[in-house]
């Protein structure tokens, strides 16, 4: 039962513009969620988190939003570049836990 | 550089075969983990050590084990693999088990072929 998910496989954006990355997931008990990043080759990398206690965090071109009502947060990069064309991972834990729960992944490009 | 290094990269075994995947790290970290990724799904953890206290997750297949023989090295052994066994697995370490207190650091992977 798959209690991440990320509901597109791929998204293409101009560089430039915003990209939106979106995730959703089914288990009330997570207040901890976090985006990781992968490049082909490579293991995913931490990007950016945020706690159930904010409902925004933002780092430098990356902005996670959270919305606990919806179960729902997105990943917003503004503006996008080349180099950001990566798969982005969503990954939530609850408190007590003692791992992630990853979603399926959304391949990102960026058209230059 | 490599903090997380996995070897190797791409490993082709015969169905039924028993092989060995290896993950190595610089960080010297207390937790290791174990995930296994199949095609266009999410990475699913298998079971990870906090320093050699062995940790497994409820729907492991027996078929996988795993050894920390120390600090530094952890091993994938998956004893009689199947064609489901096909997969990207994922070495991931951290300093502690906490996961939203410590940062889970991967290494690139090994891509399991099982013919």
């Known amino acids: 039962d798959q209690q991440v998910k990320q509901n597109s496989p791929s998204l293409s954006v101009q560089e430039g513009r915003i990209s939106i990355l979106n995730c959703d997931y089914t288990n009330s008990m997570f207040d901890y969620f976090l985006w990781y990043k992968k490049y082909p080759a490579e293991g995913p990398t931490f990007l950016i988190s945020?706690?159930?206690?904010?409902d925004k965090n933002e780092d430098g071109r990356f902005t996670v939003f959270l919305n606990k009502s919806a179960k729902h947060l997105s990943l917003h990069i503004v503006p996008s570049q080349p180099g950001d064309s990566a798969v982005y991972f969503c990954?939530?834990?609850?408190?007590?836990?003692?791992?992630?729960?990853f979603g399926t992944g959304t391949s990102l490009t960026v058209i230059p | 550089d490599a903090m997380v290094i996995q070897n190797p990269r791409y490993q082709v075994t015969q169905f039924g075969k028993p092989v060995t995947l290896s993950c190595s790290q610089t960080?010297?970290?207390?937790?290791m983990y174990w995930y296994q990724q199949k095609s266009s799904q999410a990475p699913k953890l298998l079971f990870h050590y906090y320093d050699k206290d062995f940790n497994n997750e409820a729907d492991t297949p027996d078929n996988f084990q795993s050894r920390r023989p120390n600090t530094s090295f952890c091993f994938l052994d998956i004893r009689s693999p199947g064609l489901g066994d096909a997969a990207m697995y994922l070495c991931?370490?951290?300093?502690?088990?906490?996961?939203?207190?410590?940062?889970?650091?991967f290494g690139p992977g090994t891509r399991l072929t099982v013919t």
């Open positions: 991931a370490t951290s300093r502690d088990s906490r996961p939203q207190e410590y940062e889970q650091y």
């Open positions: 945020i706690s159930s206690i904010k």
């Open positions: 960080l010297n970290h207390n937790v």
């Open positions: 990954a939530a834990s609850a408190e007590q836990g003692n791992q992630f729960y």
